[in-house]
């Protein structure tokens, strides 16, 4: 049981490239996050998605597009990479159960540290 | 505007020596509040959940509490395997179950 798995693990981009990132979860988790942390910042939310085929913006959208093809799957892309977007790249799931909090907990990846140079 | 704010935002301490950590809120609509632990090169591990004003929560070294505008994360005699950043997070009662997460602290125990 791998839990949350993000890859690359680091990347290496020129202003203007483009990549994706793949956020895989193996728990059967509705819901799935991506996050970016910067330093002094803490974790910002740039999109999330409450289903498969479903996706909606966060506090920090702007430059980023996302895809919930499959449950297990959460892509996040970048499609016109600028250093502003230099960070680290988080990726979470929880499961949704109505009221009972316990189980809303967000499960994270190891990251993704992404440089844009 | 909601806000979380954790403080400080760096603690040194030595091995036994006990102290608290700070995560203050201003969120309307609060369905609960995380904490989490990062190590280095790491992403966010769960701790504790808690829902309610004068709720408490422990786990080892540690121990949560919860008022109306701020939590407390209490670490008693800690070693230098507590050594991570320590982050904070409310969820409210909304679309998608978001967090909003404070900038954490950095919490150092030398032996």
């Known amino acids: 049981n791998a839990g949350v798995t993000q890859t690359p693990k680091f990347r290496v981009l020129k202003t203007g490239q483009s990549m994706t990132l793949l956020c895989a979860q193996d728990?059967?988790?509705?819901?799935m996050y991506w996050y970016r942390q910067d330093p002094g910042m803490g974790l910002r939310l740039i999109h999330y998605?409450?289903?498969?085929?479903?996706?909606a913006k966060g506090e920090v959208p702007d430059g980023y597009n996302v895809s919930r093809l499959k449950k297990q799957n959460f892509l996040l892309g970048l499609e016109s990479a600028a250093p502003s977007q230099t960070s680290v790249y988080f990726c979470?799931?929880?499961?949704?159960?109505?009221?009972?909090?316990?189980?809303?907990?967000?499960?994270f990846g190891a990251g993704t540290r992404l440089s844009v140079l | 505007e909601d806000q979380v704010t954790q403080s400080p935002e760096a603690l040194r301490l030595q091995e036994g020596e006990s102290s608290s950590l700070n995560c203050s809120y201003t969120?309307?609509?609060?369905?609960?509040l995380f904490w989490y632990r990062q190590d280095p090169g790491k992403g966010p591990e769960f701790l504790f959940t808690?829902?309610?004003a004068g709720e408490e929560k422990e786990k080892e070294r540690l121990k949560a509490t919860l008022t109306k505008k701020e939590s407390f994360l209490h670490i008693t005699a800690p070693k230098p395997e507590d050594s991570a950043t320590y982050l904070c997070?409310?969820?409210?009662?909304?679309?998608?179950?978001?967090?909003?997460f404070g900038a954490g602290t950095i919490l150092r125990v030398k032996s």
């Open positions: 979470a799931s929880s499961s949704y159960l109505g009221s009972v909090i316990a189980k809303n907990i967000q499960y």
């Open positions: 728990m059967n988790h509705e819901y």
């Open positions: 998605s409450v289903g498969e085929g479903t996706t």
């Open positions: 969120v309307s609509g609060l369905r609960g």
């Open positions: 808690l829902y309610s």
């Open positions: 997070a409310v969820q409210k009662t909304e679309y998608g179950n978001k967090l909003v």
